[in-house]
């Protein structure tokens, strides 16, 4: 019997694909990348066609050493990595560190489910060098800007900083966006509706509906101050209501597409809250596999990495069938829906679905986390409705006329108002395709509205008036769903980068979140300036979007690796060298608190530290005041309140040079107080008696605090509740 070895990734895909695949076979995880570039130089050779010089990681060694060990007891190896380039290089690494022989041994399968990697094991191909070498322009490309520009940011900026090909792009977006709500100038403007009715005197509020005032004499009227919106509200209230058209219509609303990862990810932040991060990592465990009950490690969705809205025809067939039986012929189309991938999306994968739509969202419920059902359920009633029939309303789109007041001067007044039933519900009875981040307050044309049967000619009988003052707002911050969306349109990155490149620019303090927005800090605001300022390319949206396209050619075959960085380099490096020649240290401007040092009488100031943000004097050197930093309006932590049992002053979280958390006074070195463990405001009472000046032990309990004396020879301990109460 053929003994056969299969290189994946993980273990937990590891653990998936051996259920499937049974005796005779052994499935090993590689621990995703076992080769990088070094760590601690360039590690290309930019003499000879930038040649990366690959390493094998220091860590897998051992993965390596296991692996070869694996090898000769098999008789056949298949690398079974992820579809795309990452995991094609991931294979080509694997091949030349386990010296496997060229050969047809690359296997890749678009769902984990039996029947896909059978098929896999039945069709294995050769490696392809196209995908690998996209990967490594990429890798190099990434490396070259990183090594060359991340010197200059830490000695100009700060220490530690560094750039990126595409995460200083969307770094400016979401510096721009600040800027551009810090310099908005809101404009007034007045809104005017009537709440009119068929009757004189109708019977109930139903019968009551509100129109918007929109024009005089046809024309388009805009409001802008109260004085206007009075004379026009004076106007409207001894004014005789006509309808003079009233038109309408069939609309329907057609189901949106299956999830790309792009619009999972802007999905998922609206409706379930979750960043993309989140949304990949969660979405990763789905597509490899959980633990279910009775089951082992079962794979539940499609690969998670697509730009493709395109679903394969046994699958279009599967779902037509499934809502025939269990929502009736009327939810399902005469022919299966298909829809557009965008032009520029490299379409090699399905999009992102179920594998089984008998594996309903609530057979699930109880068997896997909150999380992984939350996110399945989306992606799975997203996939369901794509394959449904579109949504029908009735809308009746109304214009009536106010007129007949001698105050008008002959003058119109026009209102509108338009209703929308729903007829047929379709595709909306399992999902909603209105993410809650796109809704605008004011639009309500897009809302359930019945009103009454009219026609032109109809006379209607004001009841109401209300005039509203408002003002245009900024654009709005962006948040993980808006950033990804705008990246994909601009050509920012690729379905596999938009978690990680939001996730490097949070890393490196560049940004921060205020709630679900993301907003730059100082220094990513000084960051994005220095990068605009001296490396204008790379900082530019079509640049960065046409270099990615370019890479993308590579994929197809289409240009040399090396060719893209050739051109691309020269220019770095006359960049690199007139910002290496130019100017001095940068200012990082500071956010002033509202806490007053006590010492020197300064406003401080909200730094950066290992540890977070924290307080520190404006002033310093000469004054060196430190304190927590606690969010403005937010109820302080038990850390912040801490104080030294000492002295009185506040206690600073600090870092052993082993990494180990320990706590400091803060007026060190004037006080020499510290403690491993969060200290109470006292020393213990019992061992003080003693002559023992022994630390109490301050912990956060539900209903307050209890401080715990941490002399082992003795057992005192103290119950707060919160408000102070023993």
């Known amino acids: 019997m053929t003994k056969s070895l299969v290189i994946v990734e993980s273990p ?51 993965t390596i050493r296991r692996l070869k060990s694996a090898l000769k007891q098999n008789d056949v190896v298949y690398l079974a990595t992820d579809p795309d380039r990452e995991g094609e290089a991931i294979s080509w690494h694997l091949k030349n560190c386990l010296e496997i022989p060229d050969g047809k041994n690359r296997i890749v399968f678009n769902e984990i489910s039996k029947k896909a990697v059978n098929n896999a094991i039945e069709n294995p191909r050769e490696l392809d060098m196209n995908l690998v070498n996209s990967q490594q322009a990429r890798r190099v490309l990434d490396r070259l800007v990183g090594y060359k520009i991340s010197p200059i940011l830490g000695k100009r900026i700060k220490k530690g900083s560094s750039a990126g090909r595409v995460q200083s792009a969307a770094l400016e977006m979401v510096v721009n966006r600040e800027r551009e709500i810090r310099n908005f100038v809101p404009e007034e403007y007045w809104t005017i509706n009537a709440f009119l009715s068929k009757e004189q005197n ?49 609309a329907k609303n057609r189901p949106a597409p299956p999830f790309t990862t792009s619009t999972l990810q802007q999905d998922a932040s609206a409706k379930l809250s979750l960043t993309a991060p989140q949304t990949m990592q969660i979405a990763q465990q789905l597509y490899e596999g959980v633990e279910i009950a009775g089951e082992g490690a079962t794979a539940l969705v499609t690969y998670i990495r697509t730009d493709s809205v395109r679903i394969s025809p046994e699958m279009q067939a599967n779902a037509l069938n499934y809502i025939k039986t269990h929502y009736g012929e009327k939810y399902a189309p005469e022919k299966p829906n298909f829809y557009k991938t965008k032009s520029d999306a490299q379409d090699a994968h399905e999009a992102i679905r179920p594998i089984s739509l008998d594996r309903t969202p609530e057979s699930l419920q109880n ?108 654009p709005q911050r962006y948040t993980d769903a808006t950033l990804v969306k705008t990246m994909e349109e601009n050509g920012i990155g690729r379905p596999s980068t938009y978690a990680s490149i939001i996730s490097v620019i949070a890393k490196r303090t560049y940004t921060e979140k205020d709630g679900k927005a993301i907003v730059p800090t100082p220094l990513g605001e000084a960051v994005c300036d220095f990068m605009v300022k001296n490396f204008p390319p790379i900082m530019d949206l079509k640049f960065t979007a046409n270099m990615e396209s370019e890479l993308d050619k590579v994929e197809e075959g289409g240009v040399e690796w090396q060719a ?86 506040p206690v600073v979280k600090k870092k052993s040079k082993k990494g180990k958390t320990f706590y400091g006074c803060s007026g060190y070195p004037e006080c020499d107080f510290v403690s491993w463990d969060l200290p109470a405001p006292y020393f213990c009472p019992e061992c003080k008696e003693k002559g023992i000046e022994s630390v109490m032990k301050m912990t956060k309990t539900k209903s307050g605090r209890k401080y715990t004396c941490t002399n082992k020879d003795c057992n005192h301990t103290e119950v707060f509740k919160d408000g102070g109460e023993q």
């Open 564 to 649: 893209i960085i050739e051109k691309f380099y020269p220019e770095l490096m006359t960049l690199v060298k007139r910002a290496n020649s130019s100017g001095g240290k940068v200012h990082i401007a500071s956010e002033e608190s509202d806490v007053i040092c006590e010492k020197c009488g300064a406003r401080m100031v909200v730094r950066d530290g290992k540890n977070g943000k924290f307080l520190a004097c404006p002033n310093y050197p000469a004054c060196k005041n430190t304190k927590p930093y606690s969010e403005p309006g937010a109820a302080p932590s038990i850390e912040q309140e801490a104080v030294c049992p000492k002295c009185g002053k």
């Open 202 to 250: 109708p019977k109930s509020k139903k019968d009551v509906f509100k129109c918007t005032f929109v024009d005089i004499n046809g024309k388009k009227w805009k409001i802008h101050n109260q004085h206007d919106a009075e004379k026009i509200i004076n106007a409207t209230k001894g004014a005789k209501f006509t309808v003079d058209s009233a038109k309408r219509a069939v």
């Open 12 to 62: 937990s895909k590891a653990k998936t694909i051996q259920k499937y695949l049974g005796q005779g076979y052994t499935v090993l995880a590689s621990g995703g990348h076992v080769c990088d570039l070094p760590q601690k130089t360039l590690g290309i050779d930019v003499e000879h066609g930038f040649e990366p010089e690959y390493e094998i990681n220091p860590e897998k060694k051992e």
């Open 367 to 474: 068997k896997i986390n909150r999380n992984q059902y939350r996110l399945y359920k989306l992606i799975y009633e997203r996939f369901l409705a794509s394959q449904m029939v579109d949504a029908v309303y009735n809308t009746l789109n109304v214009h009536i006329t106010a007129d007949d007041n001698p105050v008008l001067n002959g003058a119109k007044l026009g209102y509108k108002v338009t209703g929308r039933a729903l007829v047929f519900d379709g595709f909306t009875k399992i999902y909603n395709n209105v993410p809650l981040e796109d809704k605008n307050d004011d639009d309500d044309d897009a809302t359930e509205k019945t009103l009454p049967d009219m026609k032109e000619g109809d006379v209607m009988y004001l009841q109401d008036t209300k005039h509203e003052q408002k003002f245009t707002k900024p």
